[in-house]
């Protein structure tokens, strides 16, 4: 799991990875769609698919490129205790939100 975040530190490769999320993409595509060079997506491409991230299939003279959710359920789970700290957070805002107001209205 560590490998993925490092990976995924990488703005490029996050939003490749929101590209390939929607729909296979082929290279081409992702080349069109991100401002970078086609040797460059190829090289993000390159480290998600070795981090496991994006599986690829030959598609005649095209690579289709789809995001692997495995990798990314590991990272939902580690990530599942913090959701619950920050819902907890927000919950008591909310309360406090919700008694200021009541007190505004309050002659």
Request: glycine letters at 6%; zero cysteines.
């Amino acid at each position: 799991m560590a490998a993925a975040f490092e990976v995924l530190a990488e703005p490029t490769r996050r939003e490749i990875l929101d590209l390939v999320r929607e729909r296979e993409r082929s290279v081409g595509e992702l080349v069109e769609r991100i401002a970078i060079s086609q040797p460059g997506v190829s090289k993000h491409l390159r480290v998600l698919r070795d981090a496991g991230l994006v599986d690829v299939r030959a598609d005649g003279q095209r690579r289709m490129y789809r995001v692997r959710p495995e990798p990314l359920a590991e990272i939902d789970a580690w990530l599942r205790p913090y959701r619950r700290l920050w819902a907890g957070r927000l919950d008591a805002l909310e309360k406090h939100l919700d008694a200021s107001e009541g007190g505004a209205d309050d002659p």
